[in-house]
């Protein structure tokens, strides 16, 4: 039982233009989300996060969209760059421990 | 601190080999994952251990698998015998107990069982 979900494996933007990658989640005990971000040969780091009580947070060219009653969250990054290129994961903590997507690979072309 | 540091970066060894991979948390970071990610699978959580005991054991895929935390400052995540099945990358991930804090991972052990 997938309980969060990254239904895109990837997406493929234009340098300067908006990418949303989205997720969903079963679990309507959740109440905290995370966005991992990945580069080849190296391990997830952290990007940013979002709490149940808000549906926004903005952290530069990165801003999480939370719909509660949708069960769902989305990653904006505008305007997108090369460098962005890379495996987002959205993560959801349940019982002490992370529970991810499966991912979504991000390809930022110039 | 220089991060969660695991060892080696890249193994390859002959099936029915034992294979050890290790790991060393953030100072203080008192709960310790480990993960495995394949194509197939993604991320999946295999263990964590919160203050050295092991907590969620489930996603452990077979008996041929087992980790420790003898101490605060040190993991291992054994496979024995290995299968080519196992090949995969393995991550260490620590993070601080208390609140919704986030994790923070290793580089990873690239797995190769032939």
């Known amino acids: 039982d997938q309980q969060v979900k990254q239904n895109s494996p990837s997406l493929s933007v234009q340098e300067g233009r908006i990418s949303i990658l989205n997720c969903d989640y079963t679990?309507?005990?959740?109440?905290?989300f995370l966005w991992y971000k990945k580069y080849p040969a190296e391990g997830p780091t952290f990007l940013i996060s979002?709490?149940?009580?808000?549906d926004k947070n903005e952290d530069g060219r990165f801003t999480v969209f939370l719909n509660k009653s949708a069960k769902h969250l989305s990653l904006h990054i505008v305007p997108s760059q090369p460098g962005d290129s890379a495996v987002y994961f959205c993560?959801?903590?349940?019982?002490?421990?992370?529970?991810f997507g499966k991912g979504t690979k991000l390809s930022v072309k110039p | 601190d220089a991060g969660v540091i695991q060892s080696p970066r890249h193994e390859v060894t002959e099936m029915g080999q034992e294979v050890t991979l290790r790991c060393k948390p953030i100072?203080?970071?008192?709960?310790l994952f480990w993960y495995r990610q394949t194509m197939m699978r993604g991320l999946e959580l295999l263990i964590y251990?919160?203050?050295?005991?092991?907590?969620?054991d489930s996603g452990m895929p077979e008996d041929r698998f087992s980790a420790k935390m003898p101490n605060a400052s040190f993991s291992t995540l054994k496979i024995q015998p290995s299968e080519p099945r196992d090949s995969a990358v393995y991550f260490c991930a620590t993070k601080t107990q208390v609140g919704n804090t986030e994790a923070f991972f290793g580089q990873g052990t690239r797995l190769t069982v032939v």
């Open positions: 251990f919160n203050n050295n005991v092991p907590i969620d």
């Open positions: 979002i709490s149940s009580i808000k």
């Open positions: 993560a959801a903590p349940r019982q002490g421990n992370l529970i």
């Open positions: 679990n309507s005990m959740f109440d905290y």
């Open positions: 100072s203080g970071h008192n709960s």
